[in-house]
């Protein structure tokens, strides 16, 4: 009787655990996202490529994005991941931006020498593609059922 006790202990033990370590693999795969450069469901769906190769890794500037990526609220029935930077929706799900932008003077180099280019305004008509990182996911769905398996399986152990 005292075995089984203890194994009802572990078990609710392992409970009491499992939102916060579901929630590290969710923000884990979302994470993964950027280094892979893809989203994942059911089928694996590249980030459309940058125009500009140029310009660096894809999504990643600063890595202010993909380190704003946490847990927002953790309790038995939900887990809600997120992000507080304000362009994070507009990269997950696609944008287009239209608006003026000013430029400031400054100088710029050219074959000859260098110019001078007189502060303005300019207008900007920019599209984002959508590049997912973070939202549901079949593939998210299965590591979240493996990791509650094993968490049960290491507390009957």
Aim: without cysteine; aromatic residues 6%; proline residues 4%.
């Amino acid at each position: 009787m005292s075995q089984f006790i203890a194994k009802l202990n572990k078990i609710s033990r392992a409970v009491d655990r499992m939102p916060n370590r579901l929630a590290v693999v969710a923000v884990n795969f979302s994470k993964e996202r950027f280094r892979n450069k893809n989203w994942v469901d059911r089928t694996r769906q590249p980030w459309v490529k940058r125009k500009r190769k140029d310009r660096g890794s894809l999504m990643v500037r600063t890595g202010r994005l993909k380190r704003s990526i946490r847990k927002i609220a953790v309790s038995r029935d939900r887990i809600i991941i997120g992000t507080d930077v304000p362009y994070a929706k507009a990269h997950n799900e696609g944008s287009t931006i239209k608006t003026n932008a000013r430029v400031r003077g400054h100088k710029r180099r050219t074959r000859t020498g260098t110019s001078n280019v007189k502060e303005h305004t300019r207008k900007m008509n920019l599209t984002l593609p959508p590049r997912r990182f973070i939202g549901p996911s079949a593939v998210l769905m299965r590591r979240i059922e493996r990791q509650v398996e094993r968490e049960f399986k290491n507390a009957l152990k």
